[in-house]
Nanobody, 121 residues
Framework: QVQLVESGGGLVQAGGSLRLSCTAS????????MGWYRQAPGKQRELVALITSGGSTNYADSVKGRFTISRDNAKNTGYLQMSSLKPEDTGVYYCNADVRSRSYRTAVTYWGRGTQVTVSS
């Protein structure tokens, strides 16, 4: 079994910065892609950023140039550096990861429970 735990959320003023972390624990052989998603009140969950095991990244248009996704494979941890935050960035941020628990197993997608980010105007 694998657990993902997010941290780093909080309340910040518009224009400020936050750094989210997502650490995977449990039986892990390797982690393929990792991603960050967010869900604002009354809205559907949306993709924020993705990073492959090789470090290739992809971002939602709304966060390009402001957010940076990264990962530390040795620590099984992913990060989301958020800068120039706007009130519309407010929401619960979730991470996910495609994890192989054994070399002979296919990857399974796991989700964290989320961390709240609130940006005040």
């Amino acid at each position: 079994q694998v657990q993902l735990v997010e941290s780093g959320g909080g309340l910040v003023q518009a224009g400020g910065s936050l750094r989210l972390s997502c650490t995977a624990s449990g039986t892990i052989f390797s982690i393929n892609g990792m991603g960050w998603y967010r869900q604002a009140p009354g809205k559907q969950r949306e993709l924020v950023a993705l990073i492959t095991s090789g470090g290739s990244t992809n971002y939602a248009d709304s966060v390009k140039g402001r957010f940076t996704i990264s990962r530390d494979n040795a620590k099984n941890t992913g990060y989301l550096q958020m800068s120039s935050l706007k009130p519309e960035d407010t929401g619960v941020y979730y991470c996910n990861a495609d994890v192989r628990s054994r070399s002979y197993r296919t990857a399974v997608t796991y989700w964290g429970r989320g961390t709240q980010v609130t940006v005040s105007s």
